[in-house]
């Protein structure tokens, strides 16, 4: 059974709308209910009447009919199930995940993930898929690490390249990932493969992860230009960007990824990793 579902959210139920406005007809009273509803932003209104169709119905727009098809064919979600809807830096998806908190009612919870617009494809790509990684990361550690909750992720909606991000998180941190085409009958999973990432490549450029991690800011690749130099695979952990003339790095998406998954293997192994902390007793005053 699922305890937390982190579900990334589109624009379907939008979309759907709108058809309905091109084609609507005086005589389909609900059509008309929908749009008025959604024009009027009545979102809680919406939401209700949702309630009242068939959860396949395409008119429910694709995280409705993915998640019912997670509890339907897989009987892994229940009344207790809690979702995380985490949306597009936009206005669309706020008022989409406004909707579905109010379809699942007292169990779910929106979150807006900044630079997760499609208005500026470098900051989707630089900052909004890694905000991505990091938002999903945080719900896992909180609840799976610390609360030993199962987590899964629904990549249904929204960007493509969110199913990538959403499948290598699942890879990295164990947790099962579910996809629903239009043309599915039913959600596929991307179970977690057993296989792992190089944990020594992590304790080699820790430093480095963790100093791109503490920022909002890039850094002067300069400074680091030894760790780079020295270790190939760090070129697919960083973006670099050139301004006036000098090279700036910070974390791409997949070094996100990287560093949120071995930090947490690295915080509950620390005790057998280093080395015990040595008594008082036998501490000794350095030589210099």
């Avoid at 007809?25 to 949702?50: H, K």
């Avoid at 300069?222 to 020295?230: A, K």
Wanted: hydrophobic content about 35%.
């Amino acid at each position: 059974m699922i305890d937390v579902l982190i579900c990334t959210v589109g624009t379907s139920l939008k979309q759907n709308i709108d058809n309905l406005r091109s084609n609507n007809t005086e005589d389909n009273p609900l059509n008309t209910r929908f749009i008025e509803a959604y024009d009027e932003a009545q979102w809680q209104s919406i939401g209700n009447t949702l309630r009242g169709l068939d959860p396949q119905n395409r008119l429910c727009g694709a995280e409705i009919n993915s998640i019912d098809s997670i509890s339907r064919h897989r009987n892994l979600i229940g009344e207790n199930t809690q979702i995380f809807f985490l949306h597009s830096d936009t206005d669309d998806g706020e008022n989409i995940s406004r909707i579905l908190c109010a379809y699942y009612a007292g169990r779910s919870e929106a979150i807006r993930v900044e630079e997760l617009q499609d208005a500026d494809p470098k900051a989707f790509r630089t900052k909004g898929l890694r905000n991505l990684a990091k938002q999903m990361c945080k719900i896992i550690h909180e609840n799976q690490v610390l609360r030993s909750r199962n987590c899964a992720i629904n990549a249904t909606g929204g960007y493509k390249a969110q199913i990538a991000i959403a499948v290598l998180i699942g890879q990295a941190l164990r947790v099962p990932v579910y996809y629903k085409h239009e043309r599915f009958d039913e959600v596929i999973e991307f179970p977690p493969m057993p296989v792992s990432l190089d944990f020594q490549l992590w304790m080699r450029v820790s430093g480095l992860l963790y100093a791109l991690d503490g920022t909002s800011e890039p850094l002067k690749r300069s400074e680091y230009s030894e760790i780079i130099d020295n270790e190939n695979s760090v070129e697919s952990l960083i973006n670099t960007e050139q301004i006036d003339g000098v090279d700036y790095i910070e974390l791409s998406p997949v070094g996100q990824i990287f560093h949120e998954a071995y930090r947490e293997q690295f915080s509950s192994s620390r005790d057998r990793i280093l080395p015990p902390p040595v008594p008082p007793y036998e501490k000794r005053d350095p030589r210099w």
